[in-house]
């Protein structure tokens, strides 16, 4: 039986992302024969936060569900947006009465699949405890085939923690939040997929997605700089997850790295990001 295929595309930082993934997207579906499409989009409005505007092109661009991370309220627009639209995802583990949900459950043919999505609580803002939130959400998901999670951390302790804590219960646990590439993907003999950092949809000549004079200028003075999205060397990445239709198990897990020069393209061509 073919393997239901995820492929999870790494947060998107800034217009050199959008316009990567508007171009890409189809025909890595193609390449890798893709069933069902996640990708963080948290980075998407010049590096912090996301549009409704720019959350629906990416749904029209074949993305078939948004998760994000501490930057998910840095536009102020998301907050009414993201309460009418299950497909985009916030941390599940933020307090409660945060509008947004953590976990979607979609079905594709006769399969169903539930993503998730939580947040470290390591450097990173004082949440709900992600482990206790993914044993909740995995005692009332219901029947499903399927369980992938978007583990949004800064530490690679906390993502590891958490790939044994739900080794064997979930079909993958993908890291991301630091934009850099691990190089540790791996199938665990219970069947959990697993990777401590996707990397990242964007400019890599760059800081984390970032021009690099301020970001290497606010480490030399520790003082505030104005950071802009950088714009050369841009890539679509993430993994390419393979999942046994029957029990759920991870049959593999692939990186995957695409170079992306927008003059390639013509201008006017569907999907196109031009704004």
């Known amino acids: ?3 239901f295929t995820v492929m999870f595309v790494a947060d998107i930082c800034g217009k050199p992302g959008r316009q990567a993934v508007a171009h890409l997207l189809k025909p890595l579906r193609e390449k890798y024969e893709v069933d069902y499409v996640i990708a963080n989009i948290e980075n998407s409005a010049g590096g912090f936060g996301i549009t409704p505007e720019m959350s629906q092109k990416f749904f029209t661009y ?7 991370g501490n930057h998910i309220w840095d536009r102020v627009q998301i ?18 009465g945060v509008p947004g949900s953590g976990l979607y459950v979609d079905t594709i043919g006769d399969f169903k699949i539930a993503t998730i999505n ?24 219901g029947d499903v085939h399927a369980v992938f999670v978007d583990f949004h951390a800064e530490a690679t302790s906390e993502k590891q923690a958490m790939a044994y804590y739900l080794d064997g219960k979930v079909s993958a646990v993908v890291g991301t939040h630091t934009h850099v590439p691990t190089a540790d993907e791996k199938v665990s003999t219970r069947g959990t997929a697993y990777i401590t950092d996707a990397g990242m ?4 000549k760059s800081i984390i997605g970032m021009d690099i004079g301020p970001s290497v200028g606010r480490f030399l003075t520790a003082m505030p700089k104005r950071f802009s999205t950088a714009s050369e060397d841009v890539k679509i990445m993430g993994v390419i997850v393979k999942i046994n239709r029957e029990d759920g198990s991870a049959i593999s897990i692939e990186r995957y790295s695409e170079d992306f020069n927008l003059a390639d393209f013509q201008s006017g061509s569907i999907g196109i990001e031009e704004d």
Do not use: E, W
Not at 62 to 68: I, Y
Not at 79 to 96: C, H, K, Q, V
């Open 62 to 68: 074949g993305v078939n569900v948004q998760t994000s």
């Open 201 to 204: 949809t964007g400019p890599h």
């Open 79 to 96: 907050l009414d947006y993201i309460g009418t639209t299950p497909r985009l995802l916030r941390p599940a583990n933020f307090p409660s």
């Open 118 to 141: 939580l947040m470290g609580r390591v450097y990173m803002a004082n949440t709900d405890c992600p482990f206790k939130k993914a044993d909740a959400i995995l005692d009332r998901i």
């Open 1 to 3: 039986m073919k393997p």
